[in-house]
T-cell receptor, first 111, second 112 residues
C-alpha cells in the first residue's frame, strides 16, 4: 500500500513564504498532486508533479524528488485566503487511477 | 467548475437503516470515485468506477456498495448504516496519471 506523511498544522504570517513537506512510501509511483480545501468546502486541485523538479503556478510552486520520495508545496506572498488544509496525494500502481491522500496540513495565516 | 452534484447534501439517519447517496456528473467522464473524510484521516477511497457497471473497491469499502448504471450517475449505498459511517462523503471525477480529480460539494451524513 501507500503511506504519506505531512505536518498536521503550520502557522505563517501574511506576506511570508511557507513550505509544506510531504514524504511518501509507495510502489509503482506515477506522480504527486496537491489539493487545497477550505473549511466546509470541497478539495480543489493545485498542482501535479510527475517528474523531478519544480512546477510553478502563480504564487504556488510544487517540488518533487522521486529518489528521495519527497515533495513540497511552496506558497509565496501568503494571503489570509490561503488559510486552508493542504493535502498531498500520490498516484501509484500499474494502470491505477487512484489517488491516495495524506492526512492534510492545516495552514493558518495570521496578520 | 466541473459539473458534479451530490444529493442529498445533508442527511441524518438512524443506525440500521439503508442510505443511498447520489453523485451526478455532466462531464461524461469515465472515472468516478467515492471518498469519505474524517478528522485525522484525510480523504479515504471507498469505491471507484472505471465505466458503466465497472466498479472496484478502495481502501475502506466494508459496509458500502456502489452501482453505476449510467455514465453520469454513481450511487453509494450503506446497506445498514452504523455510527462509524458518520462522515463527510465526497464524490469525484477524473483521474489518470496526469489528470486531476474534480470533487463534488460533499454530503454530510450523521448516523444516530
Amino acid at each position: 500500500g501507500q503511506s504519506l506523511e505531512q505536518p498536521s498544522e503550520v502557522t505563517a504570517v501574511e506576506g511570508a513564504i511557507v513550505q509544506i513537506n510531504c514524504t511518501y512510501q509507495t510502489s509503482g509511483f506515477y506522480g504527486l498532486s496537491w489539493y487545497q480545501q477550505h473549511d466546509g468546502g470541497a478539495p480543489t486541485f493545485l498542482s501535479y508533479n510527475g517528474l523531478d523538479g519544480l512546477e510553478e503556478t502563480g504564487r504556488f510552486s510544487s517540488f518533487l524528488s522521486r529518489s528521495d520520495s519527497y515533495g513540497y508545496l511552496l506558497l509565496q506572498e501568503l494571503q489570509m485566503k490561503d488559510s486552508a488544509s493542504y493535502f498531498c496525494a500520490v498516484i501509484a500502481g500499474a494502470g491505477s487511477y487512484q489517488l491516495t491522500f495524506g492526512k492534510g496540513t492545516k495552514l493558518s495565516v495570521i496578520p | 467548475d466541473a459539473g458534479i452534484t451530490q444529493s442529498p447534501r445533508h442527511k441524518v439517519t438512524e443506525t440500521g437503516t439503508p442510505v443511498t447517496l447520489r453523485c451526478h456528473q455532466t462531464e461524461n467522464h469515465r472515472y468516478m470515485y467515492w471518498y469519505r473524510q474524517d478528522p485525522g484521516h484525510g480523504l479515504r477511497l471507498i469505491h471507484y468506477s472505471y465505466g458503466v457497471k465497472d466498479t472496484d473497491k478502495g481502501e475502506v469499502s466494508d459496509g458500502y456498495s456502489v452501482s453505476r448504471s449510467k455514465t453520469e450517475d454513481f450511487l453509494l449505498t450503506l446497506e445498514s448504516a452504523t455510527s462509524s459511517q458518520t462522515s463527510v462523503y465526497f464524490c469525484a471525477i477524473g483521474g489518470g496519471y496526469q489528470e486531476t480529480q474534480y470533487f463534488g460539494p460533499g454530503t454530510r451524513l450523521l448516523v444516530l
